[in-house]
């Protein structure tokens, strides 16, 4: 039986709305979640704080639905975030762990809204904390909600769970011989805009000092992986 040690004492994991899906198209693939939230609660187990962002891609994609003002469907897009927040929860709940939801927009009948102290107490008490709604504001991705909120818990690291194995040169799906990092600097991602998250998310974590580790959810043991700090994806940092 092999010994897992974890590397880090508080995590901020980043979901995509996609890793949510699994092979469907749209929506929310439940199996895939208990497994991804199996991975999480692996990490609690081994005295690890968690707080989750999660994205809403599976549902919508504001900034790519032409035929809807911009700011409208990031209010949309918000939502979405919400309702997998409540999924993720749920299957949290299921394997037996304390959880609650923070909502950047007031849902009160569904989730707590989000308050620093509240989310410190609960983290600090063990339970997994997950933010929902971005940073409560349009034009801002759950990326940079996901750096806002890393560097206001004080999380050790980012741990960006992707449908890539890394940060490359190129997009992998487009260009064949794409290289893959092991490492890579903030400056170097914002100056050869290597898009693995957007500029404000990234100059966030540079400024704030937070490391991003990035790697695939095609196999979610990958976040434990990542929490007991084996070489997998890629670790991009100042």
Not at 106 to 135: D, W
Not at 196 to 221: G, W, Y
Request: charged share 20%.
């Amino acid at each position: 039986m092999v010994f897992l040690k974890p590397k880090y004492n508080r995590v901020l994991l980043k979901l995509s709305g996609e890793a949510l899906s699994g092979n469907k198209e749209h929506g929310i693939d439940f199996p895939t979640v208990v497994s991804i939230c199996e991975s999480v609660e692996k990490c609690c187990s081994l005295g690890v704080e968690v707080g989750i962002v999660v994205g809403g891609g599976n549902f919508l994609r504001g900034h790519a639905t032409l035929e809807i003002d911009r700011i409208r469907a990031d209010h949309m897009g918000m939502l979405a975030t919400a309702i997998n927040s409540l999924g993720v929860a749920s299957a949290l709940e299921k394997l037996g762990v304390v959880v609650r939801v923070q909502t950047a927009i007031s849902m009160r009948q569904f989730a707590e809204p989000y308050i620093r102290s509240k989310a410190l107490s609960h983290m600090n008490k063990g339970r997994v904390v997950i933010f929902g709604c971005g940073t409560g504001n349009p034009l801002f991705s759950t990326d940079t909600a996901a750096s806002l909120r890393a560097a206001e818990v004080e999380a050790d690291i980012i741990l960006k769970a992707t449908t890539v194995d890394g940060v490359y040169d190129g997009d992998p799906k487009v260009k064949k011989n794409a290289v893959k990092y092991k490492k890579v600097s903030f400056q170097d991602v914002l100056t050869n805009n290597l898009g693995f998250m957007d500029s404000t998310a990234a100059s966030l974590c540079r400024d704030n000092k937070i490391s991003v580790l990035v790697f695939s959810i095609k196999d979610p043991f990958n976040i434990v992986r990542a929490v007991c700090g084996e070489d997998i994806g890629t670790l991009v940092e100042v």
